[in-house]
């Protein structure tokens, strides 16, 4: 379905009418910090972390787009402030939804995804939260990892559906911070969908680390159109742990059973660094990237895994390729002692993999990248690197790899970044509209001591696999972990990964990239009655 802005949009350049352009990149929410995406009040602070969002462009109005952003919302935790937890439904999995046409970009509703009753267990939220949007149908989807007292531990997969005309009724989804109520109002109009639940029994029973996808396709446009994809890491039996592969159908979320696509014998952990990532290519194709830590004992050795599959029409589960390998990784990081993988980093991170596919010029052959973050340079101690040793990074870069022959073969390994500090938890995006691939990452090279971060982003343009110059989505370099979260509240820092998406119109000035991130830099929030800078889910639109 096309919003009015989008119809007038389109009339208007096919006639050749005067339209506004923007000859480049333009930030909108602040080319500082961004802006503070979600209505948490300064007076009772708790972090906001690993974040994702998607849109559709022009859903509002014209140049207005509905967005909806996910991130792991510690108002719900039992550990948060009791003022926090009176104004806040008790869920981790936070939602923010932007729909109004003004010239903030902060949101104008947030919640935390409810709780619903599945296979006749309870399961309440435990964050993970990623979105994924389907402009061609309307509507937004949500995953996130869910507890059930029934089952225990990192249980299930939750897997929400919304539509776009809920998300902009106001009676429905009101303004504000949602109850449990107005969060069930808003995202349970089809029932919420349970995915890989498994018994107690130990973190090799459970699931972990969710990825979604929408073949956005038109319907008519052949098997699995519209199918919603989720990969996770879960139990594949006898306490092995795999990377696995589910279908839903869009309007029901109807599921199939999880196809296993990591190899057996694959040293596939629950650690960031095993999550997988599936994306649609053009033609309908599903692929998930993972890493694969190829021994216990040499954790820096890791191989960035590829596997492509056929749609068979959810419910029923596609048709997948053994794994194929992108690259064999023999520098990646990876959390140790005391929070420390990146050095000047207080934060659990491990080496990532994401991807993104491009339809070129011919109509037929598609281009997948990948990219992933490494180290350049450890320091290393207690043995030596490996079995007996433990390594702090010291230099993480971002790379990529493409394929165009759906992953039977690779280019060579080259740098997105990798230039002095780190450049660490890539994402990735194609805006299918101009064929533009936009990948974005923290970095701290704009500090001279390489702690404080600003969120960076290169573009590789059409029809070529070359990466252009880094573009600055925020400008003011901060510290990740300014906020005292290990003060305030009994957890580690983490964040894993942030979210960003490109849509367009094919139009230069029209197309948007949108970036959800975990920033320190905007205000200063209340942790047990002190001030210090609060850790927050922002928010950067650019257009091009």
């Known amino acids: 379905m096309k919003s009015l802005g989008t119809t007038i949009l389109t009339a208007c350049v096919t006639l050749g009418l005067s339209v506004s352009l923007h000859a480049a990149a333009t930030v909108h929410c602040g080319a500082t910090l961004g802006t503070r995406f979600n209505l948490e009040p300064a007076a009772s602070a708790v972090p906001q972390e690993m974040e994702s969002l998607d849109f559709i462009p022009n859903r509002v109005a014209l140049n207005e787009d509905l967005v909806v952003a996910g991130a792991f919302d510690s108002r719900g935790t039992t550990f948060a402030q009791p003022s926090t937890r009176t104004n806040w439904d008790g869920s981790v999995s936070g939602y923010y939804v932007r729909r109004a046409a003004t010239t903030s970009c902060a949101p104008q509703f947030e919640g935390g995804l409810p709780a619903f009753t599945a296979n006749g267990n309870s399961f309440s939220s435990n964050g993970g939260v990623v979105i994924a949007a389907d402009p061609a149908r309307d509507a937004f989807f949500a995953v996130d990892l869910r507890y059930s007292p029934g089952l225990g531990g990192f249980s299930a997969i939750g897997l929400f559906r919304a539509s776009s005309a809920t998300l902009l009724n106001a009676t429905l989804c009101p303004n504000g911070t949602h109850t449990t109520a107005q969060a069930t109002s808003c995202w349970m109009a089809t029932h919420p969908a349970i995915i890989g639940p498994t018994p107690s029994g130990g973190i090799n029973n459970a699931d972990d680390y969710p990825s979604l996808a929408v073949d956005e396709r038109p319907t008519t446009a052949g098997k699995g159109a519209g199918n919603v994809y989720v990969a996770y890491v879960g139990s594949i039996g006898n306490g092995i ?217 290169n573009q590789i343009a059409p029809g070529t696999t070359t990466v252009g110059a880094p573009i600055l989505l925020t400008t003011t370099p901060i510290p990740w972990d300014a906020d005292p979260n290990q003060s305030a509240l009994p957890l580690d820092d983490f964040d894993f990964h942030f979210g960003i998406k490109a849509r367009g119109m094919g139009t230069a000035g029209f197309s948007r990239v949108y970036a959800s991130f975990t920033s320190t830099g905007d205000r200063f929030g209340i942790y047990k009655g002190l001030p210090m800078p609060e850790q927050n889910n922002n928010l950067q639109e650019v257009t091009y």
């Open 241 to 457: 742990v795999g990377v696995e592969l589910v279908a839903c159908t869009n309007a029901t979320l109807s599921c199939s059973k999880p196809v296993t696509v990591s190899a057996v014998g694959e040293s596939v952990f629950f650690s960031g660094a095993s999550n997988g990532n599936v994306q649609v290519r053009p033609d309908g194709k599903i692929t998930v990237t993972y890493m694969d830590q190829t021994s216990n004992t040499d954790a820096a050795v890791e191989l960035v895994q590829f596997v492509s599959c056929t749609p068979a029409g959810a419910p029923t589960a596609p048709v997948c390729t053994a794994p194929t390998t992108v690259a064999t990784e023999k520098q990646s990081f990876g959390t140790f002692v005391n929070n420390q993988a990146l050095s000047s980093q207080n934060m659990l991170a491990y080496t990532n993999s994401r991807h993104a596919h491009r339809l070129e010029a011919d109509g037929k052959t598609i281009t997948t990248f990948v990219v992933w973050d490494r180290c350049a340079e450890y320091f290393t101690f207690v043995g030596g690197l490996g079995t007996n040793g433990i390594s702090l990074c010291l230099n993480a870069d971002v790379v990529m790899s493409t394929s165009t022959n759906d992953g039977a073969s690779w280019s060579a390994v080259t740098g997105v970044n990798t230039g002095g500090g780190h450049q660490f938890f890539p994402s990735i995006s194609t805006d299918a509209s101009t064929g533009t691939v936009n990948i974005a990452y923290y970095n701290t090279g704009h500090d001279p001591l390489h702690k404080r971060i600003v969120v960076s982003l």
